[in-house]
């Protein structure tokens, strides 16, 4: 589950997946996730967390930008893992994705307890 491309700004958009320790999918994103980007990552996560695995991370620690468009995937994403019995979590947030959850309130919703 790879994917690459350029964003509207110029920029890269990379969203990647692989199978981590215990079972957990490990999704990484990388660059500007915004309404250009973020339908890859949504479609991303969602195949992530109706795979058959319990256990879904999302490591944001390589984004660039991200809005609420961002968000919205992430907690559309949670709503799927949640009908599934998949927990779903984001770790490793970079400055801005910090910054945007701080500011929607979404952390306790989405980051690890």
Not at 18 to 25: H, P, R, V
């Amino acid at each position: 589950m790879d994917g690459a491309r350029a964003d509207e700004a110029g920029g890269r958009f990379r969203v990647s997946s692989a199978l981590g320790f215990l079972g957990t999918l490990v999704v990484v994103v990388v660059g500007e996730v915004d309404h250009g980007t973020s339908p890859q990552l949504g479609e991303t996560l969602e195949r992530a967390v109706t795979s058959g695995v319990g256990r879904v991370l999302v490591d944001l620690i390589g984004v660039s930008f991200c809005d609420c468009s961002c968000v919205n995937a992430l907690l559309a994403a949670r709503e799927i893992a949640r009908r599934n019995r998949v927990v779903l979590v984001c770790e490793g947030l970079s400055p801005c994705a910090e910054r945007v959850f701080e500011l929607t309130g979404v952390g306790p919703l989405l980051l690890a307890a």
